[in-house]
């Protein structure tokens, strides 16, 4: 079956507009996970969702970040007033369920921010 | 602070050889230690996992040891090919929570 999709798959904006990341993640997945990638950080989680709600927000770096997630299945991640610090590649991942083990990840969708 | 902590970060083997990275931990809640694979421009593929009540686990030329005394653990490829050249990530989740924590990665090449 599909895995999962994000797009877009690169974002170029400049600084200070908001942008919005698109995670699609496979299907009957109940469990949801952003993570950023950046050469500086590594692999850093963001957020966690379990069906529509966010119980572990404990990742967002500022209050400029925010998730949300409809209909037990599509994710956006929005990033406002971007900063040149955010510039990495956002990653989605999804798991079967809350506490199941294997992550799987998508592609990523590298942002620039100029 | 970093909470997983991965060496080298770079490794150079010859094929056929057995490359080794190595990870350290802090955080005894920590319970599920995954290793995942990942390729230029795309996402990590989970490789082999491993869990605190076991020293040693192998799923085909992947093999995990590990030491909870000393709060380590470790990737060993065998019979090592071109193909395993990747970054590879150690990570770790604390039990009762979702997000993983990444040591920082090994960039491996493995030359023919």
């Known amino acids: 079956g599909a895995g999962v999709s994000q797009s877009p798959s690169n974002k170029v904006t400049e600084k200070g507009k908001d942008v919005e990341l698109r995670c699609d993640p496979i299907?009957?997945?109940?469990?949801l996970y952003w993570y950023r990638q950046s050469l500086g950080q590594g692999l850093e989680f963001l957020i966690y969702?379990?069906?529509?709600?966010?119980?572990?927000k404990s990742g967002l770096p500022s209050d400029r970040f925010s998730a949300e997630r409809t209909g037990g299945s599509v994710s956006t991640l929005t990033i406002q007033r971007t900063q040149q610090e955010d510039s990495a590649v956002y990653l989605c991942?999804?798991?079967?369920?809350?506490?199941?083990?294997?992550?799987?990840f998508g592609p990523g969708t590298r942002l620039t921010v100029l | 602070q970093q909470q997983v902590k991965q060496s080298p970060q770079s490794l150079i083997v010859q094929k056929g050889g057995i490359p080794i990275i190595n990870c350290a931990y802090e955080?005894?809640?920590?319970?599920?230690f995954p290793w995942y694979q990942q390729f230029p421009g795309k996402g990590p593929a989970l490789l082999i996992a491993?869990?605190?009540?076991?020293s040693e686990k192998k799923e085909g030329r992947f093999t995990i040891s590990f030491n909870k005394s000393a709060k380590q653990f470790s990737l060993h490829i065998m019979d090592s090919q071109p193909g395993d050249s990747a970054t590879y990530f150690c990570?770790?989740?604390?039990?009762?929570?979702?997000?993983?924590?990444f040591g920082k990665g090994t960039h491996l090449i493995i030359q023919p």
């Open positions: 991942a999804s798991s079967w369920a809350r506490g199941t083990d294997t992550q799987y």
């Open positions: 299907s009957g997945h109940t469990a």
């Open positions: 969702f379990q069906g529509n709600s966010a119980p572990d």
């Open positions: 955080n005894t809640a920590f319970d599920y």
């Open positions: 491993i869990r605190p009540d076991v």
């Open positions: 990570a770790a989740r604390r039990g009762g929570a979702d997000g993983l924590t």
